[in-house]
């Protein structure tokens, strides 16, 4: 694939910006919500890990074409894949939940997204 190099170095910038929130314990990302999250109480004021922020960060670490990025991508897919609901007799097969904090089905609501 012949990508611009104007455009890698876009999604590297990108790529290095949202790498400042990685945390390597979680294999998450990690996002400050402040008093006017409403998702849930239980993150507010905090730092918490959001599972869609984290897979979209995984998209544009793929997404450079850096062979560097890979195990992180990989780590981050594993993460995700450790807290799906992967019992097809489950009512949440195949979600995942919001945040790391919120047990699947616990939440407000479930994403189905």
Do not use: C
């Not at 997404?63 to 019992?87: F, G, K, L, P, W």
Request: glycine share 6%; charged share 30%.
């Amino acid at each position: 694939m012949n990508i611009p190099e104007a455009e890698l170095e876009k999604r590297r910038s990108r790529v290095e910006r949202q790498g400042e929130q990685y945390d390597p314990g979680e294999q998450l990302l990690k996002k400050w919500f402040g008093d006017a999250y409403s998702y849930n109480w239980y993150t507010r004021n905090a730092h918490a890990p959001p599972t869609r922020d984290s897979l979209g960060y995984t998209v544009a670490l793929l997404d450079t074409y850096d062979d560097q990025h890979i195990a992180r991508a990989s780590d981050v897919i594993a993460r995700i894949m450790n807290i799906q609901e992967d019992d097809p007799e489950h009512e949440h097969f195949g979600i995942w939940p919001h945040l790391m904090e919120e047990p699947l089905g616990q939440g407000p609501y479930v994403d189905r997204n």
